[in-house]
């Protein structure tokens, strides 16, 4: 199975830092593919990918670890912490479902530096932060923005969070403190940006991924919101409003909730809601909330019903809500269903879309010709039959004859200079069938 992004992306960017050049990642920072170039540097070698790409299973895996610190750090916060956890495995389960064979993605990473920056201020919160406290936090502040753009509203709004949770906690300090926190949050994580900004509108070489995502989300504000929801929560995603709606009397639940939560899902679903993958970073803050909320609601029911019928509520709740899971469990795993829903998936892959429906177009209208490729990427594409081929440039002139031939502009592909000859010398031997920014397909006669 082709790995998908993780490999074309990712991946050969780490070997591109691994070879001592800066890739051409658009948008993207790079702290995830340097952790994969030094693995390839302590290897010596970039053959084995192994290792770059685990590194997304076992930083998410240290959850666990922070969970059972955290509960010897809060013994009496018990139900907060289980359930925190208990929402973020659910939604992370939810979130990744598809996604379990592409190890390599950024977004479990994710996971875990949001869930870190709780339990980094549940290690300053009772004591007196020195220059070193001040130096780590900032670092741990600017981890989501270095790690991918969707983890700058999370490095831009936190200090405003600590600013808030420091003043409810009647914590002495200075403002200069806070002045000093966010130069080095803007020091560490701003690099990157300032210069992919000079990169755009300054030498123009580089082309904008955040543009190109927000152009595929179409459909008006509403759709996009109720889509968003849908993509977070699935079919009961009511009662996760329910949840965050009583989760607004709990001083720290509501500052997470209007500063962090909405903010960064209204963001998501309205410009990048095609992906729920990035909604990742988000999961343990909206798992917090979430948590608060229902130990709100079951400590109002527990005050209004007596505790029989308090059980028998819980019981017929838990019956409901497994009774939906497991049907909604049964129909999304089934493995036609599974296997259907990822091929379509492999099928819209990549960095060109509209080259992809023009492929599986020409393959549907001209049933019996192969479709000749220069750019092994469109190998992988599934449902072929083995009807689309990488050309061999000893064979050129005989596998383009009676074919179709999809010829790559930008980047260029192999064989380049041959079939630029032969594109030029046999101009009456063919005809364009499409061409757009990046390939112009031929029908050879």
């Known amino acids: 199975m082709h790995l998908g992004d993780p490999v074309m992306m990712w991946n050969e960017w780490s070997k591109e830092i691994y070879n001592n050049r800066i890739p051409k990642s658009g948008d993207y920072p790079l702290a995830y593919p340097i952790l994969?170039?030094?693995?390839?540097?302590?290897?010596?070698?970039?053959?084995?990918?192994?290792?770059?790409?685990?590194?997304?299973?076992i930083y998410p895996l240290w959850m666990f670890i922070v969970y059972f610190r955290l509960k010897n750090l809060l013994p009496n916060h018990f139900l907060h912490l289980f359930f925190t956890f208990l929402f973020s495995l659910l939604l992370i389960f939810y979130i990744f479902r598809h996604y379990s064979l592409y190890i390599g993605y950024v977004d479990p990473i994710l996971v875990y530096i949001t869930f870190s920056l709780g339990y980094y201020f549940i290690l300053i919160r009772n004591k007196k932060i020195n220059f070193y406290d001040?130096?780590?936090?900032?670092?741990?502040?600017?981890?989501?923005?270095?790690?991918?753009?969707?983890?700058?509203?999370?490095?831009?709004?936190?200090?405003?969070?600590?600013?808030?949770?420091?003043?409810?906690?009647?914590?002495?300090?200075?403002?200069?403190?806070?002045?000093?926190?966010?130069?080095?949050?803007?020091?560490?994580?701003?690099?990157?940006?300032?210069?992919?900004?000079?990169?755009?509108?300054?030498?123009?070489?580089?082309?904008?991924?955040?543009?190109?995502?927000?152009?595929?989300?179409?459909?008006?504000?509403?759709?996009?919101?109720?889509?968003?929801?849908?993509?977070?929560?699935?079919?009961?995603?009511?009662?996760?409003?329910?949840?965050?709606?009583?989760?607004?009397k709990n001083f720290y639940s509501r500052i997470i909730l209007f500063l962090l939560v909405i903010p960064y899902f209204l963001i998501w679903s309205l410009l990048f809601g095609n992906d729920n993958r990035n909604l990742a970073i988000a999961i343990p803050a909206m798992s917090y909330v979430l948590s608060i909320g229902l130990i709100n609601f079951y400590d109002l029911i527990k005050n209004k019903i007596n505790l029989r019928y308090t059980i028998c509520l819980g019981s017929l709740f838990l019956i409901i809500v497994s009774f939906f899971a497991v049907n909604f469990v049964n129909n999304k795993r089934d493995r036609d269903y599974l296997i259907d829903k990822n091929i379509k998936k492999q099928m819209l892959r990549g960095n060109n879309l509209e080259t992809n429906i023009l492929i599986y177009k020409n393959l549907k209208k001209n049933i019996n010709i192969k479709i000749y490729i220069d750019d092994y990427n469109f190998a992988f594409l599934p449902n072929v039959e083995k009807r689309i081929i990488l050309i061999d440039c000893t064979k050129l002139e005989t596998q383009l004859s009676n074919s179709l031939f999809l010829y790559s502009k930008n980047p260029k592909g192999i064989c380049n200079d041959l079939t630029s000859e032969i594109l030029s010398s046999n101009k009456n031997s063919y005809q364009i069938i499409f061409d757009n920014i990046n390939h112009t397909m031929y029908k050879f006669n």
Request: aromatic fraction near 22%; charged fraction near 15%.
């Open 36 to 57: 994969g170039a030094i693995t390839y540097l302590i290897l010596d070698t970039y053959e084995i990918e192994f290792f770059a790409r685990i590194v997304c299973v």
């Open 134 to 248: 001040l130096l780590l936090l900032s670092l741990v502040i600017a981890t989501p923005a270095v790690t991918k753009q969707t983890g700058i509203l999370f490095t831009a709004i936190t200090p405003l969070i600590l600013f808030f949770f420091f003043i409810r906690e009647k914590k002495e300090i200075q403002f200069s403190f806070y002045i000093k926190l966010i130069f080095l949050t803007f020091l560490f994580s701003a690099t990157w940006y300032i210069y992919k900004i000079y990169g755009y509108y300054i030498e123009s070489n580089e082309s904008s991924n955040v543009r190109a995502l927000i152009s595929q989300v179409q459909g008006n504000n509403i759709f996009k919101l109720k889509r968003g929801l849908n993509y977070a929560f699935g079919p009961f995603y009511l009662i996760f409003l329910f949840l965050f709606l009583f989760s607004i």
